[in-house]
């Protein structure tokens, strides 16, 4: 499985940015989808999930400004990030919880794309 996230750059304090990331490859469904975020020598933290149900979660620092969502058909997840702020400068990174045929649950990464703003 293999993801291909989309969509990072510079955007001034009180912005907007979409991300998009869309997996491929050979499974039986994908489960849940998000987005986390980590700073060079943080953890790496939730910023929003979504289940295939649609049921969402969010860090309490981005709610109300980030909205989640996903196109089953498409297998995408996206990250709408409006209002931006400084403390928002990360290196993004989706993922997928994914149910292969074999029926073994597994998580996979996308590359990380670097979202900056600035003051």
């Known amino acids: 499985v293999q993801l291909q996230a989309s969509g990072g750059g510079l955007v001034q304090a009180g912005g907007s940015l979409r991300l998009s990331c869309a997996a491929s490859g050979i499974f039986f469904r994908i489960n849940d989808m998000g987005w986390y975020r980590q700073a060079q020598g943080k953890q790496r933290e939730l910023v929003a999930v979504i289940t295939r149900g649609r049921s969402t979660n969010y860090a309490d620092s981005v709610k109300g400004r980030f909205t989640v969502s996903r196109d089953i058909a498409k297998n995408t997840v996206y990250l709408q990030m409006d209002s931006l702020k400084s403390q928002d400068t990360d290196v993004y990174y989706c993922?997928?919880?994914?149910?292969?045929?074999?029926?073994?649950?597994?998580?996979?990464w996308g590359q990380g794309t670097q979202v900056t703003v600035s003051s």
């Open positions: 993922y997928v919880n994914c149910t292969l045929w074999s029926r073994v649950d597994l998580h996979y």
